[in-house]
Structure formats: structure tokens, C-alpha cells
């Protein structure tokens, strides 16, 4: 079945920690973002990659890190810098170009706390 | 960015009875398309609109585009309690330099109550 990965769905981390959440995708899709939500609150654009080895900063992106090695991953990084990681983390993917079926995949998300 | 913004904030409406979300966004797109979101989890597909549709079916959803105006709305008619979520739009298109960024708005969470 083609769909989009996260992992862990649960992670916890003590305050001066990097932690890594793992998105991977088997769907052909060229752009993949990350996303972080806050309680009772829409979705803001961390990152987002177009093509391999490139990616853009999205609204929110200081104290996060990205890379795009391989077509199906986009790892995320939430580094020490982040002050308030406490949320839940959000990947899609989608075809990007004009013309292609922009429909977006989701994953089912990463809840990540700070302890 | 392409950031659309929805309204109402949230709707609760009793079970049998239409709702209708609105969507606004201020940049030209090549389609918009609206999201549903259970409470915890990711966002699923809905419906997709180009900028050349003006209105679009899916079962018992409807959504209109009016491009002049750079608005959309999405009805969901005979609601059911499994309606209950939160809704989201989201304009498609470059938003600088090929650019072609997936934003989201806070959404309209509706309450359909039984």
C-alpha cells in the first residue's frame, strides 16, 4: 500500500536534547513538508522540500533542522534551540508540479513532549 | 505565503443539518483544496477545486471557487455526528519563484451534535 510514515507516534525529550522524527514516504512524491501544531491551533510550515537535496524554510523554522537525502525521507531534527518543542509534528507529500494532482498525503503524526 | 484563512473559527450545528465553512486566501492559485482533521490525528483529503471549476461534488459535499472574490466554500449537507472535526482549505499555487508551498489556515471545527 502507498501511503506516508511517521515515526515514533510518541516521543519524549529532556530539555537540551536533539531529537530526529522520521517521515518516510513510497508514494513518487517530489515535495514533502513538516508541520508543527499546537493545541486547539491550525498548522504551521516548518519545512518543505521540492527535490531531493533542496528544502526551504517554511514560517516557523528556527530551532528545527531538514535534510532530503533520498526522495522517500525527510527527517526532521528539533534541535536544543527550540525553546517551546512541546506539540505535534505533522509530515505530508504531495506532487508539486503544475498540472499533477496536488492532492496531499499525511502521516498520523508524532506527539513530542518535553520532560 | 498561499495561507488560507477559514471561517467560522468553529460551528456547531445538530445532526441532519448543512454546514458550510468559508475559505479565503489572498494570492492567485492553480486549485484549492479542503482537509478534515479527527481530533490527534493527520489531515485527510477532502476535494479539490481547480481555479478553472467554480463548483465541485463529492458524495454529500459541495465546494465552490470564486476566484474574483479569492473564496471557497465547502457545505456538508444531512451532517452526521462523524462529521465532528476540524476543517481546513488550502490554496495551490506558486507563491514566488516556483515556489509551491502546502499552507494551512487554523481551520473551522465543527461540532455536530446527535
Known amino acids: 500500500d502507498g501511503g506516508i510514515t511517521q515515526s515514533p507516534k510518541y516521543l519524549f525529550r529532556k530539555e537540551g536534547q536533539n531529537v530526529t522524527l522520521s517521515c518516510e514516504q513510497n508514494l513518487n512524491h517530489d515535495a514533502m513538508y513538516w508541520y508543527r501544531q499546537d493545541p486547539g491551533q491550525g498548522l504551521r510550515l516548518i519545512y518543505y522540500s521540492q527535490i531531493v537535496n533542496d528544502f526551504q524554510k517554511g514560517d516557523i523554522a528556527e530551532g528545527y533542522s531538514v535534510s532530503r537525502e533520498k526522495k522517500e525521507s525527510f527527517p526532521l531534527t528539533v534541535t536544543s534551540a527550540q525553546k517551546n518543542p512541546t506539540a505535534f509534528y505533522l509530515c505530508a507529500s504531495t506532487a508539486w508540479r503544475p498540472g499533477q494532482n496536488t492532492e496531499a498525503f499525511f502521516g498520523q503524526g508524532t506527539r513530542l513532549t518535553v520532560v | 505565503s498561499q495561507q488560507g484563512e477559514e471561517d467560522p473559527q468553529a460551528l456547531s450545528i445538530q445532526e441532519g443539518e448543512n454546514a458550510t465553512m468559508n475559505c479565503s486566501y489572498k494570492t492567485s492559485i492553480n486549485n484549492l483544496q479542503w482537509y478534515r482533521q479527527n481530533s490527534g490525528r493527520g489531515l485527510v483529503h477532502l476535494i479539490l477545486?481547480?481555479?478553472?471549476?467554480r463548483e465541485k461534488h463529492s458524495g454529500r459535499l459541495r465546494v465552490t471557487l470564486d476566484t474574483s472574490k479569492k473564496s471557497s466554500s465547502l457545505l456538508i449537507t444531512a451532517s452526521r455526528a462523524a462529521d465532528t472535526a476540524s476543517y481546513f482549505c488550502?490554496?495551490?499555487?506558486?507563491?514566488?519563484?516556483?515556489?509551491?508551498?502546502?499552507?494551512f489556515g487554523k481551520g473551522t471545527k465543527l461540532s455536530v451534535i446527535p
Open positions: 488550502a490554496p495551490w499555487g506558486d507563491s514566488g519563484a516556483g515556489s509551491y508551498q502546502l499552507t
Open positions: 477545486i481547480r481555479s478553472n471549476e
